[in-house]
């Protein structure tokens, strides 16, 4: 959940580190700092709440120059937003830490420390392994032992960088459930969360395993695994590059990322359709054998990845595929019951969800045939720990509030049901058609994005407004559920959606002037049932706030509608997401919140 960055460097190290948080805000903005060790010796610390800005300017203040550093941008876990909790976690002049993660046994290590005479400044479990570190140097180890024995006696996920003022050459650093990386560089090392952080440095990394602690240094990287030997970790290039993650002319990552959308959907598209034919060799040598095994399908997921995966659900049942869904979290604390020949799937944008990861392995120990994971990201623990990985290729998406990732996947869902489909007798005629209706969808996205001044202008009529519903029938149903969440997260509108034919049994209660009701209106079977309900919404006084295709008929009063045209009944679920987008977006831009970084929130949630 946090972003951790470090180097070491011939060169000072301060403005890469600054250069990283600000690139790994996202995963974490309640507070920032850095501890750099200085030519003479010392480290010097400075940390504060709130986001990278304010860390910057003190910093910049201060004049802070350095060979060697670590830094952290915080969400909170342990502890509320201060300084005082802010990393990095000292223990004395001995050793600085920054973390990511938990560790659980916190407050019996901590119970045990206080004994020996550590004094706690701060409400971390953070801290907690701090003065470990520095019981265990006291004990009369080296520093890299010292991580060694410490890692032993916590327990939790995390993803941890140690610096020593006494080591002029050395960052130990550790993971253990939380993602760690290794930017290499010539006469120059660094490390980071993710791989966003170093791009403006390297795009060459390697990427630690579960259990692995490094010794960096200036001209070596030395990996040790779990069980002591000495390791090498395959070096990877990375595609993605420093402009990638800029904002370029937009106001904010997430209205950039929503335009993105055709040109990510198409790239999604790319080398696995070809005239007419979906291309199942794209999706990886072993997929194949994983698909002809498949009878049925379990999802896991979490957040916008769930909604993704209550789409297919839809669509994997409509050609005769039984799909179980379930929210990661509560999966993996259950007893479940696997069917035969079920294929495992999970749907991530970092792939590096610690719920959706425990899933993953708990369900390794299970009858599954297999596992297929749909992700962004292709270096996260996620991809490499699936039988097969299926990327969704939509790029960084540095916005809190997913919106390219979403469409992503669902196209990405779209090929795994087409995949299925053809061992169900899909014909090549229908499978051209519905390939050709893929193919439309990115300019059909393009179509839609012209619609956003007209969505600004709707807006408006949600500035005063505290509570918002979301109707949906059918795939729609987890459409109005991603629409509703896109506004609460970033508007702070507490908002709900509902399937429209559950409106009579209790939401209906809800339902007056003051209550605005948003719905996709697609020209399909369950129309007219759906304006039933919408009827229903009227004669209780709601204010209607439609998206329709052209080709509907609405017979209703005191509503707003914006038209969608030739958009496939297949494909509508992607296409009818972009205007809950802008719309969420134009909301929460008019009522003045942080669009990018929502309260509270952080992008990438690699703790329970």
């Given at each position: 959940?946090?972003?951790?960055?470090?180097?070491?460097?011939?060169?000072?190290?301060?403005?890469?580190?600054?250069?990283?948080?600000?690139?790994?805000?996202?995963?974490?903005?309640?507070?920032?700092?850095?501890?750099?060790?200085?030519?003479?010796?010392?480290?010097?610390?400075?940390?504060?709440?709130?986001?990278?800005?304010?860390?910057?300017?003190?910093?910049?203040?201060?004049?802070?120059?350095?060979?060697?550093?670590?830094?952290?941008?915080?969400w909170a876990t342990h502890g509320r937003p201060s300084e005082l909790n802010a990393h990095p976690h000292m223990s004395g002049e001995r050793v600085a830490v920054v973390h990511n993660g938990i560790i659980e046994n916190h407050s019996e290590l901590r119970?045990?420390?206080?004994?020996?005479?550590?004094?706690?400044?701060?409400?971390?479990?953070?801290?907690?392994?701090?003065?470990?570190?520095?019981?265990?140097?006291?004990?009369?180890?080296?520093?890299?032992?010292?991580?060694?024995?410490?890692?032993?006696?916590?327990?939790?996920?995390?993803?941890?960088?140690?610096?020593?003022?006494?080591?002029?050459?050395?960052?130990?650093?550790?993971?253990?459930?939380?993602?760690?990386?290794?930017?290499?560089?010539?006469?120059?090392?660094?490390?980071?969360?993710?791989?966003?952080?170093?791009?403006?440095?390297?795009?060459?990394?390697?990427?630690?395993?579960?259990?692995?602690?490094?010794?960096?240094?200036?001209?070596?990287?030395?990996?040790?695994?779990?069980?002591?030997?000495?390791?090498?970790?395959?070096?990877?290039?990375?595609?993605?590059?420093?402009?990638?993650?800029?904002?370029?002319?937009?106001?904010?990552?997430?209205?950039?990322?929503?335009?993105?959308?055709?040109?990510?959907?198409?790239?999604?598209?790319?080398?696995?359709?070809?005239?007419?034919?979906?291309?199942?060799?794209?999706?990886?040598?072993?997929?194949?054998?994983?698909?002809?095994?498949?009878?049925?399908?379990?999802?896991?997921?979490?957040?916008?990845?769930?909604?993704?995966?209550?789409?297919?659900?839809?669509?994997?049942?409509?050609?005769?595929?039984?799909?179980?869904?379930?929210?990661?979290?509560?999966?993996?604390?259950?007893?479940?019951?696997?069917?035969?020949?079920?294929?495992?799937?999970?749907?991530?944008?970092?792939?590096?969800?610690?719920?959706?990861?425990?899933?993953?392995?708990?369900?390794?120990?299970?009858?599954?045939?297999?596992?297929?994971?749909?992700?962004?990201?292709?270096?996260?623990?996620?991809?490499?720990?699936?039988?097969?990985?299926?990327?969704?290729?939509?790029?960084?998406?540095?916005?809190?509030?997913?919106?390219?990732?979403?469409?992503?996947?669902?196209?990405?869902?779209?090929?795994?049901?087409?995949?299925?489909?053809?061992?169900?007798?899909?014909?090549?005629?229908?499978?051209?058609?519905?390939?050709?209706?893929?193919?439309?969808?990115?300019?059909?996205?393009?179509?839609?994005?012209?619609?956003?001044?007209?969505?600004?202008?709707?807006?408006?009529?949600?500035?005063?407004?505290?509570?918002?519903?979301?109707?949906?029938?059918?795939?729609?149903?987890?459409?109005?559920?991603?629409?509703?969440?896109?506004?609460?997260?970033?508007?702070?509108?507490?908002?709900?959606?509902?399937?429209?034919?559950?409106?009579?049994?209790?939401?209906?209660?809800?339902?007056?002037?003051?209550?605005?009701?948003?719905?996709?209106?697609?020209?399909?079977?369950?129309?007219?049932?759906?304006?039933?309900?919408?009827?229903?919404?009227?004669?209780?006084?709601?204010?209607?706030?439609?998206?329709?295709?052209?080709?509907?008929?609405?017979?209703?009063?005191?509503?707003?509608?914006?038209?969608?045209?030739?958009?496939?009944?297949?494909?509508?679920?992607?296409?009818?997401?972009?205007?809950?987008?802008?719309?969420?977006?134009?909301?929460?831009?008019?009522?003045?919140?942080?669009?990018?970084?929502?309260?509270?929130?952080?992008?990438?949630?690699?703790?329970?």
């Open positions: 959940m946090c972003g951790i960055v470090g180097g070491i460097a011939e060169r000072n190290v301060v403005p890469i580190l600054m250069e990283g948080l600000r690139r790994l805000e996202y995963r974490g903005y309640d507070s920032a700092g850095l501890a750099v060790r200085e030519s003479e010796g010392r480290m010097q610390r400075f940390r504060t709440i709130g986001k990278v800005s304010n860390l910057d300017g003190i910093v910049n203040d201060a004049g802070v120059d350095g060979l060697l550093g670590i830094a952290h941008t915080r119970s045990k420390l206080e004994s020996q005479g550590f004094v706690f400044t701060s409400e971390t479990d953070t801290e907690v392994i701090a003065h470990l570190l520095a019981s265990k140097l006291g004990e009369g180890l080296e520093i890299f032992q010292a991580v060694k024995e410490a890692s032993k006696e916590m327990s939790g996920a995390y993803a941890m960088a140690v610096a020593c003022p006494e080591e002029s050459d050395r960052i130990i650093v550790t993971r253990e459930g939380s993602p760690l990386v290794i930017g290499l560089g010539e006469g120059e090392n660094f490390i980071a969360s993710d791989v966003a952080a170093l791009l403006p440095v390297t795009q060459r990394f390697l990427f630690l395993e579960e259990g692995d602690v490094a010794e960096i240094s200036r001209n070596k990287i030395t990996i040790y695994d779990r069980t002591g030997e000495e390791v090498t970790r395959e070096e990877k290039t990375s595609k993605l590059n420093a402009d990638s993650v800029d904002k370029g002319p937009y106001r904010h990552y997430m209205l950039k990322e929503i335009y993105e959308q055709p040109g990510v959907i198409a790239e999604t598209l790319e080398g696995r359709i070809y005239k007419g034919r979906l291309m199942e060799e794209s999706f990886g040598h072993e997929a194949k054998t994983l698909f002809d095994k498949t009878k049925q399908v379990q999802i896991i997921a979490c957040g916008t990845s769930y909604h993704a995966g209550l789409v297919a659900k839809y669509w994997l049942e409509e050609i005769g595929v039984p799909c179980s869904i379930e929210v990661a979290s509560e999966y993996r604390y259950r007893k479940v019951v696997v069917s035969p020949d079920t294929l495992f799937l999970t749907i991530s944008q970092s792939g590096e969800t610690a719920d959706t990861l425990a899933a993953l392995r708990a369900a390794k120990e299970m009858d599954y045939i297999g596992s297929l994971c749909i992700c962004n990201v292709p270096e996260s623990s996620l991809v490499r720990e699936s039988d097969v990985a299926l990327m969704t290729r939509a790029g960084p998406e540095i916005g809190v509030a997913s919106t390219k990732a979403f469409t992503t996947q669902l196209v990405a869902l779209r090929l795994l049901t087409l995949a299925l489909a053809k061992r169900r007798g899909l014909s090549e005629a229908d499978e051209q058609v519905l390939v050709n209706e893929l193919h439309a969808v990115p300019r059909q996205v393009e179509v839609v994005l012209e619609l956003s001044d007209s969505i600004q202008a709707m807006a408006n009529a949600f500035a005063d407004r505290q509570h918002a519903l979301f109707l949906g029938r059918g795939c729609f149903y987890p459409v109005a559920m991603e629409g509703a969440l896109k506004l609460k997260e970033i508007s702070y509108i507490h908002a709900e959606a509902y399937p429209a034919g559950e409106l009579k049994h209790g939401p209906l209660a809800l339902v007056d002037a003051e209550m605005p009701v948003i719905c996709a209106l697609p020209d399909d079977p369950l129309l007219e049932k759906v304006l039933s309900n919408l009827q229903e919404v009227r004669a209780r006084g709601g204010e209607l706030f439609l998206f329709s295709d052209q080709r509907v008929k609405i017979d209703l009063d005191n509503y707003q509608n914006l038209t969608l045209s030739d958009i496939y009944p297949t494909t509508a679920p992607i296409v009818y997401s972009i205007p809950l987008q802008l719309l969420a977006y134009h909301v929460a831009v008019l009522k003045g919140t942080d669009v990018d970084q929502p309260r509270n929130l952080a992008k990438s949630v690699t703790v329970e």
